[in-house]
């Protein structure tokens, strides 16, 4: 399909659509923003949260515990 094809599909899509989060969806990828925001206070969570990381506080994992925690949490839930 050529870009002229695609770009009328688009519109004609576009056209139909009626739900207000789709179409803000859209404008968010048009715009080349994700359409991600925190309020004040998950900011501030995810600031403290980072700064307890930086002074060795928080507990974390690497990718493979992630991928055993996970299997096992797996494992239980089909029992």
């Known amino acids: 399909m050529d870009t002229r094809a695609l770009k009328l599909e688009l519109l ?3 056209a ?3 739900d207000a989060e789709k179409l803000e969806e859209v404008k968010h990828v048009l715009d080349g923003t994700d359409g991600f ?6 900011v501030s969570v995810v ?3 980072y700064e307890e990381y930086k002074r060795g506080e928080a ?3 690497t990718w493979e515990e992630v991928q ?3 299997e096992e ?4 839930e089909q029992r």
């Open 47 to 49: 600031s403290e949260r």
């Open 16 to 18: 139909a659509v009626n």
């Open 12 to 14: 004609e899509k576009l």
């Open 68 to 70: 055993r925690m996970l």
């Open 37 to 42: 925001e925190l309020s004040d206070a998950e």
């Open 59 to 61: 507990k974390t994992y």
């Open 73 to 76: 949490n797996r494992r239980k």
